[in-house]
């Protein structure tokens, strides 16, 4: 099984969009993948199902090592996928010892997914690099890092690579897949340039060939709790995401 996480420093930059929709790639690609919701806020579980807000989840299996993962994953109408949603508790619930040790917890989480037989695992994080998103980054295979595309934020993305950097020491299997350039509006100079500028700021592996176009799409989908490829006029972002999806496999050589 492989683990990516997707996690940057800062919100609003299309964690949790770009979880889902890459999620829905590789399942339908015909790999069983599982989306874990592990931001607290549990927007994953929000734009999915409403039942799902009342199921255990990932917060509650790093503190009970008795729960199984039949109680906390939700089918989805594609047979390849399956999500935990964020659970019952959150961060902010969980004890300061339970948090400061949640690397075995989460570690224990992703042996269960593992044995269930899932060949992907997909891990929408919470803003920033710390607390629970440290450990999860501790015991995963891969990162990515969604980063929109205007001139301020893309000036940053460096700091944040250099952070991550620090993740490796404990991780040094831990691959950087690159940043994913999200909300490109073509037609908007100061959007193409800021992912020029990350180009020319970054080495070519670090950024991501295929870019996330700006598209309504992504919020009506997000209020119909869908991947946007499911959606009528998805054809487009779903090729986008196919791209990514193709790009990682060959990152990973799987
Ligand atoms: N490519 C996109 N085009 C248009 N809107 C987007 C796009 N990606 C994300 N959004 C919207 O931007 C907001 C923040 O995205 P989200 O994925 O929730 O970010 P994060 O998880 O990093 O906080 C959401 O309302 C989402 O629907
Ligand atoms: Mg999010």
Known sequence: MI?????????????TTVSINLAYAFARSGKRTLLVDADPQGSVGLSLTRQSRML????????????????????????????????????????????????????????LVEEAGYDMCIIDSAAGLFGVTADVLSASDAVCIPQQAEPLGVRSVPKMLEALTKRREVNPDLKVLGVIMTMVQEQLPESVDSV???????????????????????????????????????????????????????????
């Open 196 to 254: 020029k500028a990350l180009r020319n700021l970054l080495p070519s592996t670090l950024v991501m060939e295929d870019v996330v176009p700006r598209d309504d799409l992504f919020i009506r989908a997000s209020a119909k709790g869908l991947p946007v490829g499911v959606m009528q006029d998805g054809a487009g972002v779903l090729a986008v995401f196919d791209g990514l999806r193709r790009e990682i496999e060959q990152k990973l050589g799987i």
């Open 56 to 111: 255990k989840g990932f917060y509650d299996a790093i503190d009970n090592p008795d729960l199984g993962l039949d109680q906390m994953v939700v089918p989805t109408r594609l047979r390849t996928m399956s999500m935990v949603p964020a659970g019952q508790r959150s961060e902010y619930d969980l004890a300061e010892e339970v948090l400061s040790g949640s690397s075995s917890g989460v570690r224990r989480f992703l042996k």
């Open 3 to 15: 683990t990516i996480v997707v996690s940057s420093q800062k919100g609003g930059v299309g964690k």
